[in-house]
């Protein structure tokens, strides 16, 4: 049988429509997820999308507070659970609580610490992501954990660490990117009237979780290769924002020097940074979100290729005067490059400058909206984007796991599930619990 090419073995190996056929990596694993928000909840999500059995514990009824702190949380499409019947689940949860079973326990009651004690003498990880020493104050602690465990992987996510004297701060994505320094280095350069930056969606936690999930692995790793022993993991988001920070570090440790905002241009490559069209992609839509003009990315950083785009751009002038990328790169003449490429465009939308550098065999990339990127057919075959079939809320539009694998992958069952659904399953069958006694703790409002 003849060898298939490369595309066509990897779309069988890893066509995301046969991944509910094969083996989940970490099925077995048991791990309860004490998390709110998205930075704690994100590292038990990605270890659920790896098969674990993953035991999403909310305060009762109401659940955690990124339920209710995004937008479009519709009671009759989404909803919050059955105690609450008026009031739904906002769509900042999706993405974050994926694959995972849901119980409510209020943590402050005694009986709550004696039902996390039994649960983590039955599981492999605990995460949780509250302010730090508030479940040691709780008798949940590692410290606690441990003697009815000792095999038990504990991650606790904070803003910044266990000690030091900013940990009792609490801490936000925003926050994170604030002090870790990534906003220090995003935004429009101060010369061209600009302020830091903010990113939109919330990187600082959702790395944060992928980098916790990456210390849970390497723990059980260890345990069940060599110590036989679980261990404390500490992760702090404010750190985990530093470690991105690229070479901005060293360079200020080698010459004093501070990397500073450059907006969508580049300080190392020119030209290779994002420049605005004129015309708007959708000039007969009624949709004012649709008004906007379009941006692209253009990459014509080699000497050769920056020649080949002042020939599509009609700049002879440039082609001759910044020839040189050691010329071109310097902050006083990118101003030059990006403003002769946008006075080009500005006639144009970005899909007719694609089709042009396109031509030329300049690489660029439109900068695409959530609905371009949403019906894009090279994610749609991939399964980055997917629809699927929620047991509890039926279709639903949803991002796919970020990396794929042959034999083991990742994979979405469901994306999120009411306050409190799976009460009766998890406690009846971890704890032994009857249903009288569950009649009990949820009239007590311990569940």
Same mark, same amino acid.
């Given at each position: 049988?003849?060898?298939?090419?490369?595309?066509?073995?990897?779309?069988?190996?890893?066509?995301?429509?046969?991944?509910?056929?094969?083996?989940?990596?970490?099925?077995?694993?048991?791990?309860?997820?004490?998390?709110?928000?998205?930075?704690?909840?994100?590292?038990?999500?990605?270890?659920?999308?790896?098969?674990?059995?993953?035991?999403?514990?909310?305060?009762?009824?109401?659940?955690?507070?990124?339920?209710?702190?995004?937008?479009?949380?519709?009671?009759?499409?989404?909803?919050?659970?059955?105690?609450?019947?008026?009031?739904?689940?906002?769509?900042?949860?999706?993405?974050?609580?994926?694959?995972?079973?849901?119980?409510?326990?209020?943590?402050?009651?005694?009986?709550?610490?004696?039902?996390?004690?039994?649960?983590?003498?039955?599981?492999?990880?605990?995460?949780?992501?509250?302010?730090?020493?508030?479940?040691?104050?709780?008798?949940?602690?590692?410290?606690?954990?441990?003697?009815?465990?000792?095999?038990?992987?504990?991650?606790?996510?904070?803003?910044?660490?266990?000690? @030091?004297?900013?940990? $009792? *701060?609490?801490?936000?994505?925003?926050?994170?990117?604030?002090?870790?320094? &990534?906003? /220090? +280095?995003?935004?429009?350069?101060?010369?061209?009237?600009?302020?830091?930056?903010?990113?939109?969606?919330?990187?600082?936690?959702?790395?944060?979780?992928?980098?916790?999930?990456?210390?849970?692995?390497?723990?059980?790793?260890?345990?069940?290769?060599?110590?036989?022993?679980?261990?404390?993991?500490?992760?702090?988001?404010?750190?985990?924002?530093?470690?991105?920070?690229?070479?901005?570090?060293?360079?200020? @440790?080698?010459?004093? $020097? *501070?990397?500073?905002?450059?907006?969508?241009?580049?300080?190392?490559?020119? &030209?290779? /940074? +994002?420049?605005?069209?004129?015309?708007?992609?959708?000039?007969?839509?009624?949709?004012?979100?649709?008004?906007?003009?379009?941006?692209?990315?253009?990459?014509?950083?080699?000497?050769?290729?920056?020649?080949?785009?002042?020939?599509?751009?009609?700049?002879?002038?440039?082609?001759?005067?910044?020839?040189?990328?050691?010329?071109?790169?310097?902050?006083?003449?990118?101003?030059?490059?990006?403003?002769?490429?946008?006075?080009?465009?500005?006639?144009?939308?970005?899909?007719?400058?694609?089709?042009?550098?396109?031509? &030329?065999?300049?690489?660029?990339?439109?900068?695409?909206?959530?609905?371009?990127?949403?019906?894009?057919?090279?994610?749609?075959?991939?399964?980055?984007?997917?629809?699927?079939?929620?047991?509890?809320?039926?279709?639903?539009?949803?991002?796919?796991?970020?990396?794929?694998?042959?034999?083991?992958?990742?994979?979405?069952?469901?994306?999120?599930?009411?306050?409190?659904?799976?009460?009766?399953?998890?406690?009846?069958?971890?704890?032994?619990?009857?249903?009288?006694?569950?009649?009990?703790?949820?009239?007590?409002?311990?569940?």
């Amino acid at each position: 049988m003849a060898t298939p090419d490369f595309e066509t073995y990897c779309q069988q190996l890893f066509d995301h429509k046969t991944a509910s056929g094969k083996p989940e990596a970490l099925k077995g694993y048991r791990v309860l997820s004490c998390t709110q928000y998205i930075l704690g909840p994100s590292c038990a999500a990605y270890l659920a999308e790896l098969g674990a059995e993953v035991i999403k514990i909310e305060t009762p009824r109401r659940g955690e507070p990124m339920r209710h702190t995004t937008p479009f949380n519709e009671p009759l499409l989404y909803p919050l659970s059955r105690w609450v019947p008026e009031a739904g689940t906002g769509l900042g949860f999706f993405g974050a609580n994926t694959n995972e079973e849901f119980v409510s326990l209020d943590f402050h009651r005694p009986e709550a610490r004696q039902a996390m004690l039994e649960l983590a003498a039955k599981s492999d990880v605990m995460v949780q992501n509250f302010r730090p020493g508030t479940f040691d104050r709780w008798g949940m602690g590692y410290q606690h954990f441990s003697k009815v465990n000792p095999r038990l992987v504990y991650q606790w996510l904070g803003g910044f660490g266990g000690w @030091g004297p900013g940990r $009792v *701060r609490a801490s936000y994505d925003i926050l994170g990117q604030a002090m870790g320094g &990534a906003f /220090g +280095i995003t935004g429009e350069a101060a010369d061209r009237g600009g302020t830091p930056s903010k990113h939109t969606i919330w990187l600082a936690d959702y790395w944060g979780g992928m980098m916790a999930a990456v210390a849970v692995l390497a723990a059980l790793y260890y345990r069940d290769t060599v110590s036989g022993e679980g261990c404390f993991i500490e992760y702090s988001q404010v750190h985990g924002v530093t470690r991105m920070l690229e070479y901005a570090l060293p360079l200020y @440790g080698r010459y004093g $020097v *501070r990397r500073e905002r450059w907006g969508n241009w580049d300080t190392e490559l020119c &030209a290779h /940074g +994002i420049i605005q069209c004129g015309k708007s992609s959708y000039p007969g839509s009624k949709n004012p979100q649709e008004a906007e003009v379009g941006y692209i990315l253009v990459t014509a950083h080699t000497d050769e290729d920056f020649k080949k785009l002042c020939g599509v751009i009609g700049g002879k002038d440039l082609a001759t005067t910044l020839a040189k990328h050691d010329d071109r790169v310097k902050a006083e003449n990118q101003g030059t490059v990006y403003d002769a490429i946008e006075a080009w465009a500005k006639d144009k939308t970005k899909e007719d400058v694609a089709t042009l550098l396109d031509k &030329a065999g300049i690489l660029n990339q439109p900068v695409w909206n959530a609905k371009e990127v949403s019906e894009n057919p090279h994610w749609k075959l991939r399964g980055a984007v997917q629809w699927i079939d929620d047991p509890i809320y039926g279709d639903l539009h949803h991002q796919g796991p970020a990396f794929k694998m042959s034999d083991t992958p990742p994979r979405l069952k469901w994306a999120l599930k009411p306050v409190g659904t799976d009460n009766e399953r998890v406690y009846g069958r971890l704890l032994g619990w009857t249903k009288s006694k569950l009649a009990k703790m949820e009239e007590m409002e311990v569940i």
